[in-house]
């Protein structure tokens, strides 16, 4: 069992940026795929982010390029999301998730709610 805790969101005003963390509960976080989803009001969850076990490769959804930053530090189990130039349309309830495609394992954290508005 993995357990994934997510950190670092809150209110900010449009244009500006926050850094969410997510920390796993085991060591073996460096075998997982890490990815950070979010799923707005009324809307269907989305990925935004993923990022391979290694960090050697990312995947960003069209909506984020070029604003948001996935990065992981597997000595500290943690995951980054660094998000900047923030949007109204970026207010969502923020998650995190492991999957490791060989294990067939999965998880979820509970999520962090980001919130941009004047």
């Known amino acids: 069992q993995v357990q994934l805790v ?13 850094r969410l963390s997510c920390a796993a509960s085991r ?3 460096s075998i997982y795929a890490m990815g950070w989803y979010r799923q707005a009001p009324g809307k269907q969850r989305e990925l935004v982010a993923t990022i391979t076990p290694s960090g ?13 930053t996935i990065s992981r530090d597997n000595a500290k189990n943690t995951v980054y999301l660094q998000m900047n130039s ?3 349309e970026d207010t969502a309830v923020y998650s995190c998730n492991a999957v ?8 979820w954290g509970p999520g962090t709610q980001v919130t941009v508005s004047s």
């Open 27 to 29: 060591s073996i976080f």
């Open 100 to 107: 490791n495609y060989i294990l067939s394992m999965a998880y």
């Open 6 to 18: 997510e950190s670092g969101g809150g209110l900010v005003q449009p244009g500006g940026s926050l």
């Open 86 to 88: 923030l949007k109204p």
């Open 56 to 68: 050697g490769s990312t995947n960003y959804a069209d909506s984020v390029k070029g604003r948001f």
